[in-house]
């Protein structure tokens, strides 16, 4: 060895250096099981809503509705039982089924909106020559709401596929937009529908906590979406502005 050089150090193995480690993003825990019951507490809302409307009189063949109706609910009906397969899917890491059925499920909402439309126009004016006049127009904006409510969530959901964090909230939050009406149809419960509205809404809001330990921004994004346009259905609705739009509209 060359006079003057240095050899380096020889330290015992527990004091050598210890190598670098790169910083790793901690991965929120996944609980699947959030998903799969929200999704069964939705359908039971959604089959205890039209059991007594829809799904015994069809039973007992004395449903009398236009083929518009059937049409409506048949594509309803598919989303909800959509929504707890995906969920099922996913839970049980069948990824790529649940990838194609999606794939299937985002050409369910543009003739949801388009079918939901229809039948709620139809209704309102049933309605309002049948007596209710004006509160049917009223009424009429919070389901054109609700029907705003799951096109916009749901549809971002579609777009987003590719980011399941944004993707997975926003289809059951925007899944919300149609709880309205099964449960106005629940007469047991329907005073109280805003609170499971709500209820819901947080129940999304406690998994992210209890999943990430922090509320993710889709969440966010979501329940402010679903809140605004909620809570400002009556006072739109009511509106003279509004009364008078629906009543060209709707030529009543």
């Known amino acids: 060895m060359p006079v003057g050089a240095t050899e380096p150090l020889a330290l015992p193995g527990r004091f050598a250096p210890m ?7 901690r991965v929120p825990k996944k609980i699947h099981a959030y998903f799969v ?29 236009p083929l518009v109706v059937h049409v409506h609910g048949a594509l309803f009906f598919a989303w909800t039982a959509l929504l707890a397969l995906q969920a099922f899917l996913a839970a049980t890491r069948r990824l790529r089924l649940h990838r194609k059925i999606g794939s299937f499920a985002g050409w369910l909402i543009i003739p949801m909106l388009l079918m939901g439309t229809i039948v ?45 964090e944004f993707h997975k909230r926003w289809v059951i939050m925007g899944s919300l937009g149609l709880l309205g009406a099964a449960i106005g149809r629940i007469h047991e419960i329907s005073a109280f529908g805003l609170y499971i509205f709500v209820g819901l ?42 009364i008078s739009a629906s009543h060209r509209l709707l030529g009543v």
């Open 19 to 25: 190598p670098e480690r790169k910083h790793k993003r």
């Open 37 to 65: 019951g929200f999704a069964i507490v939705f359908a039971m809302l959604v089959l205890a809503g039209f059991a007594r409307s829809f799904f015994l009189p069809m039973a007992k063949g004395t449903l009398e509705k």
């Open 120 to 164: 709620a126009a139809r209704d309102t004016i049933h309605d309002y020559y049948a007596g209710d006049g004006d509160a049917a127009l009223s009424f009429f904006y919070g389901e054109l709401a609700d029907l705003a409510m799951f096109g916009l969530l749901a549809g971002a959901a579609m777009l987003l596929r590719d980011k399941p």
């Open 201 to 242: 809404i947080a129940s999304v809001v406690a998994f992210d906590i209890a999943s990430r330990r922090g509320i993710h921004i889709a969440t966010l994004v979501g329940a402010a979406v679903l809140l605004a346009m909620n809570l400002t259905e009556e006072p739109i609705g009511n509106t003279s502005v509004w």
